[in-house]
């Protein structure tokens, strides 16, 4: 019998499946920081905005339809914003990598985060800066 899965993709019920690629989008969390290398800069907090990809598995809360299954959306945006409130980086890259890192040790189910931090206004002639990374659970 033929299958629709080429071999690289094997049907998901099989133990060999890799893992869905579920994600959890959560865009626009404003966090008020110190940030930034500049003396004008650490005077007083100013906004970062952070947008995550949580890899996660939904199906178990697919199939409960019910909160304890899945990620805590408030949760994820109190961590990013008391991260960022209690930091006082002078690099948009520590904060980032520290909010990655933050996000994996809120729950094991997060198998990898992606996370883009934006730094409003610091230049005179740009709009924003940003960081953009990726960081999974160690194997």
Do not use: W
Request: aromatic share 2%.
């Amino acid at each position: 019998m033929e299958t629709c899965f080429p071999s690289a993709f094997p049907p998901p019920d099989r133990p060999d499946a890799p893992p869905p690629s579920d994600q959890i989008i959560l865009t626009g969390i404003s966090a008020p920081c110190i940030l930034g290398c500049h003396p004008a800069e650490r005077n007083a907090p100013r906004p970062v905005i952070f947008h995550v990809a949580l890899s996660v598995d939904t199906r178990p809360a697919a199939a409960t339809d019910a909160l304890p299954d899945t990620l805590n959306y408030e949760l994820v945006e109190s961590t990013l914003r008391t991260l960022a409130a209690s930091s006082a980086c002078n690099l948009l890259e520590t904060l980032a990598n520290r909010a990655a890192q933050a996000l994996l040790d809120l729950s094991s189910s997060i198998r990898s985060v992606t996370l883009r931090a934006d730094k409003p206004a610091c230049l005179p002639h740009t709009r924003l800066a940003s960081v953009l990374l990726t960081r999974s659970r160690p194997a």
